[in-house]
């Protein structure tokens, strides 16, 4: 293929952004209760999120809520993750790919703030009143979660049976 009949990624011009694959977790207690942070990152809108981020390279969506979980509330001995679904932003400038995980936690852990810059504070939240406002993809997983549909620019694939290890545990 001669240059100029390469595509136009290929010289230079833009392209497509990449896929954003990312996790988020919904860690939950013995009473049902999961743990929500209030995200108050620069340049962003505040808003109430769960523990998540990008997973890394070799990273299972386990592994990586697992990680996320410890950098973002310190907290360090969660069991049974499961994955529960994915969630599929639509419609952006971006595709955005987040795996949903639910664990639970250590009844004996309580969480911190070791990124002060990204969250002031975590809170033990009710799933049938979580704080508001929620990070999107925070709300679309919830939803997800809770069995229904996320609403519009979002899709959602659940995995496995409704109910996971970690919910069976509680």
Known sequence: ????????????????????VGVGAILLRRDGRFLIGRRIKPGEPE?????????????TFEQAAVREIAEESGLERVS???????????????????A???????????????????????????????????????AALLTAWQGGQPGEGWTAYRAGSARTAAEEGR
């Open 1 to 20: 293929m001669s240059r100029s009949s390469a595509p136009a990624a290929t010289l230079g011009a833009p392209g497509p952004l990449p896929p954003v």
């Open 47 to 59: 808003s109430w999120c769960l523990p998540g981020g990008h997973v890394e390279a070799g990273e």
């Open 80 to 98: 049974r993750a499961t994955v529960f679904a994915a969630v599929l932003r639509t419609g952006a400038d971006r595709t955005h790919l987040t």
């Open 100 to 138: 949903g995980v639910v664990a639970l936690a250590d009844p004996e852990e309580s969480p911190g703030t070791p990124e002060p810059e990204v969250f002031d504070r975590w809170v033990w939240a009710d799933p049938a009143s979580p704080p508001r406002p929620l990070f999107p993809a925070s």
